[in-house]
């Protein structure tokens, strides 16, 4: 959509300028561990504390980070957050955070059923 807004690439929803400002915004302030920073005080801030706004873009999205409308998700990342409550990940659960999964579904898929292909053969010979 053009103009007035734009699409959030995660839902397909159409989403004013506005909104995809204040997600912005509070996707940095989580990283910042601030809240309410607008982006020019965001970048002083980071300055700051001796960092760079790159640097700061590379902090991984956490799990259980809560935003005003609630917890950040696409639908990869609630299947993924699903086999781990399942315990699909075994003790790697800990250190996967499936928010930042950028991965198509389908090559996790493919990647498990090789894994479990590959160890049913070593059982059986």
């Not at 995660?10 to 809240?35: H, I, S, V």
């Not at 020019?40 to 873009?57: D, I, N, Q, T, Y």
Request: aromatic letters at 12%; hydrophobic letters at 45%.
């Amino acid at each position: 959509m053009c103009g007035e807004g734009c699409f959030c690439h995660d839902c397909m929803e159409p989403t004013t300028a506005c909104n995809a400002a204040n997600m912005w915004n509070e996707a940095l302030n989580k990283r910042l561990r601030t809240q309410n920073l607008s982006l020019p005080v965001v970048l002083v801030e980071v300055e700051k504390r001796g960092s760079s706004f790159a640097k700061l873009l590379t902090i991984p999205e956490q799990d259980d980070w809560v935003y005003i409308d609630g917890k950040s998700t696409s639908c990869v990342a609630f299947i993924l957050e699903m086999f781990k409550e399942a315990g699909l990940f075994g003790e790697l659960a800990s250190s996967i955070q499936v928010t930042e999964f950028t991965v198509s579904l389908y090559a996790l898929f493919c990647t498990f059923q090789l894994v479990s292909r590959a160890f049913a053969w070593y059982v059986l010979t």
